[in-house]
């Protein structure tokens, strides 16, 4: 069989396992939130989508395409989970003939054949091909980028010769394949520029290195201004909304831990399909792998018009830098938004594997100790990359510690055991789009469910943080006209991180059994015939104020405990500590040091005028001695100290 027709039946099959794996178990897990919103804004018209996008962190072109790709089909909930991830899966398949394209281009079939391998058994490629969202398209434009830019350089050194119109029309085609598929990348994720300055600085290297032909700078810098100029309409929608975006923590990044997860991304694909803790081998593994495969490529002494070693690190390097730096003063990062730079990783393994499997360096014999030393080591460095991948999928497929939040389960639940007067509570409010994917609130009425949402939010704001005011007003309000209600928590531990609307139904109401489901808490409550929650906690003891600026508004002891009330009296509050002690008869029955209201709500984002219970249990606090002692650790100073004999009904 001809070598042309053998790599082209390995790279079909290659094709073929691709789309197995991404097919496989394609609707299985349910949506979960941000699957949830991609699911609403592809159902809205263009202009009220392009308006979403506008106020939300992602640019339209994804959800326009998905738009027009669900209108082929008739979505309803029970499909619409495998269409738009089938959506994805497309892109996510495309991207292995277009790397294993690329690696031929830069290297050799070999190499190219075991780029396609390795991309179509990574785990966090499957991973973002099997969900509803822009990254397995932002992924596949990028590396389209990429393979232009390539196939233009191949050319560089034939711009100073008359050519005919046939390879000066191709240099056009590169061109504006390069412009096309950057702008396209632009308006499918903000973070695509940054892999763009790596192409386009590596271009350069390369011009400056091999070429200097001012025809093919002028050319290259026209294709950038069209990327430029056709972004500039979207521009100001992007900066509003970076100025504005309060869905992350204020402070500053703990690189270390960012570059320790986006390495842990890149390698084993964790946290989607491996734990943290269980990445540090694998990781040091790979480490000692991209070495070996870096000296490999490095050894075949290939610098040509591509220079692919230069392509690996301006890709590889320059965009998680960048991302990286940006991010310590805005800390909104996740490893994901380093993907653009995961295609470079492809070509390393996979170009260094053939490198290494097949090494042309003249100063190796065909039979030496050291050819066979560097193909056992081709083939130690690929199986390490195939285990790593099998474990990954395995856990993906099957571990239900990898999977989503589990809005459809608990939906069904709720829905099947739902009793004609009761409604739905979502806490956080911003997560309505998954729970009206599949329930949508403009159903037929066998099918249509009152749903409510706390805090009223359309995207996650860290700065809405919820007190015992708000939610009594709120609960009060909405379920008046109720029996029951059912409270589906989730990113609950940001906006209502003192627990203040369970406290409040699990006192003033009736809470029913509900099962578990994968990290979302469903809850189910019936309310009394009187239901009303009080708008002040019901205070038995009063407290009181340290140094102006925050209160212990009062204490409620209880038969098991204290409820201690606090509230901000200012909005400049650093991050406070409380250090409590409960005595009896001078035996210390109890000692707490931590912040007020628990670890997960420092002071800082506590709202003045809210006020934020914390449990303190102890059994049979009548007759003890109470002290609390609030002061500030960053500076040692001590706000005041208060103490009270605690009094029992």
Same mark, same amino acid.
């Given at each position: ?38 699911? $609403?804004?592809? !159902? ?97 434009? +990028? ?80 294709? /950038? ?39 842990? /991304? ?6 989607? +399909? ?31 018009? !591509? ?24 800390? #909104? ?60 999928? /395995? ?8 999977? #989503? ?101 699990? $006192? ?32 038995? !003891? ?39 002690? +409960?005595? #009896?008869?001078?035996? $210390?029955?109890?000692?707490?040091? !931590? ?55």
């Amino acid at each position: 069989m001809p070598y042309h027709v053998r790599h082209r039946l390995g790279l079909l099959l290659i094709l073929l396992l691709a789309f197995g794996l991404r097919a496989y178990h394609l609707d299985v897990q349910s949506l979960w939130y941000d699957e949830g919103v991609t699911a $609403r804004v592809a !159902q809205m018209g263009v202009r009220e989508l392009a308006r979403w996008t506008a106020n939300d962190i992602q640019p339209p072109l994804y959800y326009i395409l998905l738009s027009g790709w669900l209108r082929l089909f008739d979505p309803w909930p029970g499909n619409i989970a495998y269409l738009m991830r089938f959506f994805s899966a497309g892109f996510g398949v495309l991207l292995v003939p277009l790397l294993s394209s690329l690696a031929r281009r830069l290297w050799s079939p070999c190499a190219g054949l075991l780029t396609g391998f390795l991309t179509a058994i990574a785990p966090i490629m499957v991973y973002y091909s099997q969900e509803a969202r822009m990254y397995a398209m932002l992924i596949f434009l +990028v590396s389209l980028a990429a393979y232009a830019v390539v196939r233009f350089l191949a050319l560089l050194s034939r711009m100073d010769m008359p050519t005919p119109p046939g390879p000066e029309r191709k240099r056009l085609g590169f061109l504006g394949l390069y412009a096309g598929a950057g702008l396209a990348a632009m308006y499918t994720h903000y973070f695509a520029g940054f892999a763009l300055l790596a192409l386009a600085l590596y271009w350069g290297h390369v011009w400056v290195r091999e070429s200097k032909n001012t025809r093919a700078l002028g050319g290259f810098a026209l294709a /950038n201004l069209i990327i430029l100029g056709g972004y500039l309409p979207w521009l100001p929608a992007m900066w509003r909304r970076f100025q504005v975006d309060a869905s992350y923590w204020s402070g500053h990044l703990k690189l270390s831990e960012a570059l320790f997860q986006a390495l842990a /991304n890149f390698t084993v694909g964790a946290r989607e +399909v491996f734990r943290l803790e269980d990445a540090g081998v694998w990781m040091v593994l790979f480490g000692l792998a991209a070495a070996i495969w870096l000296a490999a490529l490095m050894r075949l002494r290939r610098r040509g018009a !591509q220079r692919p070693i230069a392509l690996i690190l301006h890709w590889l390097l320059l965009p998680p830098a960048i991302i990286l730096l940006l991010a310590y003063r805005t800390p #909104k990062f996740n490893p994901r938004y380093l993907l653009i730079s995961w295609p470079a990783w492809a070509l390393l393994m996979g170009g260094g594997t053939a490198a290494l499997y097949r090494p042309s360096a003249p100063s190796i014999p065909a039979r030496s100790r050291l050819r066979s030393l560097s193909r056992a080591l081709a083939i130690l460095t690929l199986l390490l990359a195939v285990v790593v991948s099998a474990l990954g999928l /395995n856990h993906w497929y099957h571990d239900p510690n990898f999977a #989503k939040a589990a809005w459809r389960e608990a939906i069904a639940y709720m829905f099947e055991h739902r009793q004609p007067d009761e409604a739905v509570l979502l806490v956080s409010g911003h997560a309505y789009p998954v729970f009206d994917t599949y329930l949508p609130p403009d159903a037929p009425p066998p099918w249509r469910v009152p749903r409510f949402r706390l805090p009223e939010i359309e995207i996650l704001n860290v700065n809405q943080v919820l007190g015992w005011e708000e939610s009594a007003r709120a609960l009060n309000n909405a379920l008046a006209e109720f029996g029951g209600v059912w409270l589906f928590l989730w990113q609950d531990e940001v906006v209502d991180p003192a627990g203040v609307v369970a406290v409040q139904l699990g $006192r003033y109401a009736h809470e029913q059994p509900t099962p578990d489901f994968a990290f979302l808490d469903l809850r189910h409550y019936r309310l009394p015939s009187d239901f009303h929650i009080p708008e002040q906690p019901p205070i038995t !003891q009063p407290g009181t104020t340290f140094d102006e600026a925050i209160e212990l508004v009062g204490l409620e002891p209880t038969a098991d405990g204290i409820w201690l009330y606090w509230r901000a009296l200012r909005d400049d509050l650093p991050d406070l500590h409380t250090a409590i002690v +409960v005595e #009896k008869d001078g035996q $210390r029955l109890l000692e707490l040091d !931590q912040r007020p209201v628990g670890y997960h709500f420092p002071t800082t984002r506590w709202q003045p005028g809210e006020t934020y219970p914390v449990w303190i249990p102890v059994e049979g606090p009548a007759g003890t001695t109470l002290h609390v002692r609030v002061y500030d650790p960053a500076s040692g100073r001590i706000l005041g100290d208060f103490e009270v004999g605690i009094i029992t009904e």
